[in-house]
């Protein structure tokens, strides 16, 4: 029996974080879990490539911007499972047995908790919006990464290839996602740089506006902008 799960990474110069997460799949691997590693990369000029052909990977280019890159990577994965994680995002100690005890159960897509790589009581606060919204309204953002079968994937249509919200636009589309009692660790730079309440604010203005209709080309300028 091949192994069910096609891991697929998006990068962009991604020398410095690529090495981390993939060590924490190591533990898939002995699993038996992990059939594939797909790196879907949008033009890196860095080291991020050779990383990710040393690793095994299946290198996958094309231009930048997540929503196609995911898409990219998606249409050439294998797996019966598809695992779309960020490249600076790290799985916390035991998250393989966490999964195969939640396909004992469940077959839906599955995220996982989300915890920043940065200490401090501003960080907590903000995971912990996250968390609670993906609870409350299922709306995982790509971070937390996202587990889901290859036959949900395509019966809603996979990734949009759009610049912004590419996350929001699929998890609303898939008929459940369940959040799962591990942590995923993510990047804090972009927070700990314009500051968490700023960011933070405007994360959720952008989430608001775009579930109100805007158009997530504008929705990209505008934040690029700021």
């Not at 069910?4 to 090495?19: M, Q, Y």
């Amino acid at each position: 029996m091949r192994a069910p799960i096609s891991i697929i990474i998006p990068t962009l110069n991604a020398e410095k974080e690529l090495p981390r997460v993939l060590a924490s799949l190591g533990e898939g691997l002995q699993a038996g879990l992990i059939r594939e590693l797909v790196v879907t990369d949008g033009g890196s000029s860095d080291a991020t490539l050779a990383i990710a052909e040393a690793a095994g990977a299946l290198v996958v280019s094309g231009d930048a911007g997540r929503g196609g890159q995911l898409a990219r990577g998606a249409n050439v994965a294998a797996g019966e499972w598809l695992f779309f994680l960020h490249a600076d995002s790290q799985l916390a100690e035991g998250w393989a047995g966490v999964v195969v005890e939640y396909w004992r159960t469940e077959q839906s897509a599955a995220c996982f908790r989300l915890r920043f790589a940065a200490r401090g009581l501003m960080a907590q606060i903000v995971a912990g919006w996250a968390n609670l919204r993906t609870r409350l309204f299922r709306l995982p953002y790509g971070d937390q990464g996202l587990l889901v079968r290859r036959g949900d994937y395509d019966a809603v249509g996979g990734f949009p290839d759009i610049p912004l919200m590419e996350d929001v636009a699929l998890a609303r589309a898939l008929p459940k996602i369940v959040m799962l009692p591990v942590t995923i660790e993510t990047g804090a730079d972009r927070y700990l740089v314009e500051g968490w309440l700023r960011r933070g604010t405007r994360n959720l203005k952008t989430l608001i506006r775009y579930l109100l209709g805007a158009d997530p080309k504008a929705l990209a300028q505008d934040y690029a902008r700021r």
